[in-house]
């Protein structure tokens, strides 16, 4: 070993020690024990290090709980919207299916194995990543996924990373494949504050609201097209196609007579859970909740009137 690759480690003094730990006053008792008592009884400081060992190569500054909470925020992005609210929202236009919420692929351990294609819009200045390479590993885990579960009809892919495709030089909204039932879609775009997502700080309600909105109705589109429903062109409706955001914002959160006989017809033997008034009814009752007022106005009116028509 050359001894100018070795490095003077100095130990961390206890001051740089609690420093790392950080307050602890916040912690439930259960924890806040397990770090706080009987520290120097039970656990022994640092090695000194031997030549060669892994200190004296390597330069290891050392990370403290709060710094490593900073990294973990940037990597969850604050704005993103929740994704059990998309999902308890979306599980309503598909009666008789299930949605499940799979584990995180972090795409930092996910660059290890695959080839993200990531790389740094010249336009946003913001990284991006494939959307075909993130559709080759949902297919993969699809596949895995499978043998516990042959009913899986569809795999989708979320996220708050922008995407692009090769036969796209800018960035798509989102990439499908149809055939084996996989999509990958990003909610980037949807925030107004797009490309400065991270500087333009919190945003305000009404911002909120809305993107939550379009990320459903992203959402809620994408997996009508899975099960091989095309845009439509016949009413203003959830399944027509959107350019921008803005021509996405003059969408309606509902399905137009055509779409909605097709949903029913796509369902197959879940037709008899396929029951629209409980389905306008959950709807209206999720648009309550989240503030969508234009969409529970929508839902409301309608449901009158094929209630009022029933009783005829
Ligand atoms: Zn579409
Ligand atoms: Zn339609």
Redesign the pocket.
């Known amino acids: 070993m050359c001894a100018c690759s070795n490095r003077t480690f100095s130990p961390p003094t206890d001051h740089q020690r609690a420093k790392a730990l950080g307050d602890t006053y916040q912690l439930n008792d259960n924890i806040r024990r397990a770090v706080t008592i009987g520290i120097d009884e039970c656990f022994l400081p640092f090695p000194v290090p031997n030549e060669g060992d892994w200190v004296s190569i390597h330069e290891e500054p050392g990370q403290t709980v709060q710094e490593f909470e900073q990294t973990k925020r940037t990597v969850s992005h604050t704005k993103a919207p929740s994704l059990e609210t998309i999902c308890e929202f979306a599980c309503h236009f598909f009666p008789g299916c299930e949605l499940e919420i799979l584990p995180q692929i972090d795409f930092t351990d996910f660059s290890k194995h695959f080839q993200t294609g990531k790389c740094i819009n010249s336009y946003t200045k913001q990284p991006q990543y494939l959307a075909s390479s993130i559709i080759g590993y949902l297919k993969k885990m699809k596949r895995r996924e499978r043998k516990h579960d042959r009913q899986e009809l569809f795999c989708i892919g979320v996220t708050m990373a922008d995407i692009y495709s090769e036969s796209d030089w800018n960035f798509v909204y989102g990439l499908a494949s149809v055939g084996d039932g996989i999509g990958v879609y990003s909610f980037a775009r949807l925030d107004p504050s797009f490309p400065d997502t991270e500087t333009a700080g919190l945003c305000t309600n009404t911002e909120r609201i809305l993107v939550l909105k379009r990320a459903i109705s992203v959402f809620v589109h994408e997996v009508i097209h899975l099960f091989g429903i095309a845009?439509?062109?016949?009413?203003?409706?959830?399944?027509?196609g959107a350019e921008s955001e803005e021509e996405m914002d003059g969408q309606p959160l509902y399905?137009?007579?055509?779409?909605?006989r097709?949903m029913y017809a796509a369902l197959g033997k879940e037709k008899k859970q396929f029951n629209v008034i409980k389905m306008y009814t959950n709807i209206l009752d999720a648009c309550k909740r989240l503030h969508f007022k234009d969409e529970a106005a929508w839902y409301e009116n309608r449901l009158k009137l094929l209630n009022i028509e029933a009783h005829h």
Do not use: A, E, R
């Open positions: 845009h439509c062109i016949y009413y203003l409706c959830l399944m027509n399905l137009c007579p055509i779409c909605l097709k």
